[in-house]
């Protein structure tokens, strides 16, 4: 093992905690700010840092570049050209983030050349393809964790919006229950996106106050009715409160996860989590955020089938939760060890491996006899030029370790 513990970037976005990161990495708390992500991996934004045998502190970013065959592997350096195709990040929300989707690869690629064709700098904040990449994201609760994610059925959402109907919401209840299908669903939320400022500015209120009448009456929708009043009043003019309607209201315990595929329409709520995302910057947002938001080209992204959403817990490989997706990019595992258990887990990977402690203490001990400790908040990585590690539990316990990987990895 050639590589020490990373030291990871902070990022300060104004929906972040004050407590949850700086309790993780053992700092004072509350920050003085709100600290909403820990970034590891090799982000061109902001890179994880690592400091070699010789002492000297590089980037992950740096090093992978000089060295993208030892670092990830052959089959991964060939399929991402010489870059770590995934991110790996713990979230940490006190406030809602903003409704987003995410492009396809196919997507991805046409709007990029796009963009770049019409000379739109990268950095312009009205630019939607930075780079030319899919992002697929899931996401694991460390806490209680609530989100908003994919179309709800058609038909459960005209029971909700019956239950909260009002003389100016009723005509849109009618257009979805004219068409209660992903037709349907595109034509409601495309008309509720582009409603001119008058028209949402007299709606709003109306949903707003049956929304309050619905939570005082304990209502089926008393969960639903909350978020929208939430939303409604950090974002009271702004057309994504009506979007959030059509969502899945989710509510995921800890080690439970969602996987959001190309086109999920989706909002973060409330919780910490450890997220795992293709290393991409490509965003197009629905509302609820003072940034750019561009309709048209969220609505070619948006994917308007619907459902309940898929919560995964992991399968189960003796101490390991593995979340199978059909991410190529990536792939996340979760390993527990619970008091007292001081069991020896082999690791295997011909890629890529980035470990983040999260609880308790585990030593990383590679084949040739070198070892590392990680504690709660550390995270190492793991080259591909070492393809087996031991994992051993140290102290009292309990003990619980994510482990991110390339999807083309193989165990």
Known sequence: MTVELLRNAVRPYAWGSRTTIPELLGRPVPAP????????????????????????????????????VGQLGEQCAERWGGRLPFLLKVLAAEEPLSMQAHPSAEQAKQGHAKEEKAGIPREAPNRNYPDPTAKPELVCALTEFHALAGFRDPERSMTLLRAI?????????????AQ??????????????????????????????????????????????RTILELGEAHPRDAGVLAALLLNRLTLAAGEAIYLAAGNLHLYLHG??????ANSDNILRCGLTPKHVDVPELLRVVDFGSGEMPVQTG?????????????????????????????????HCSGPQILLCTAGGVLVSAEDGEQVELGRGQSVWLPAADPAVRLTPVGPGPVQVFRATAGTCTD
């Open 33 to 68: 700010h709100p600290e909403a992500e820990l970034w590891m991996g090799a982000h061109p934004g902001d890179p994880s840092k690592i400091t070699g045998p010789d002492g000297v502190e590089r980037s992950l970013l740096d090093l992978v570049e000089s060295d993208p």
């Open 165 to 177: 109907e009002t003389p100016g919401l009723a005509k849109y209840t009618a257009l979805l229950e």
């Open 180 to 225: 209660p299908d992903a037709d349907g669903l595109r034509a409601l939320f495309t008309t509720w996106i582009t409603l001119p400022q008058t028209t949402l500015d007299e709606l709003l209120p109306e949903v707003l106050d049956a929304c309050v009448l619905h939570v005082k009456e304990h209502g089926e929708f008393d969960v639903e009715c």
């Open 272 to 277: 910490a989590a450890v997220e795992i995302l």
């Open 315 to 347: 399968e189960v490989e003796q101490r390991m939760s593995v979340y199978h997706t059909d991410a190529p990019e990536f792939e996340l595992s979760r390993l527990e060890w619970p008091a007292g258990d001081d069991g020896e887990v082999t690791v």
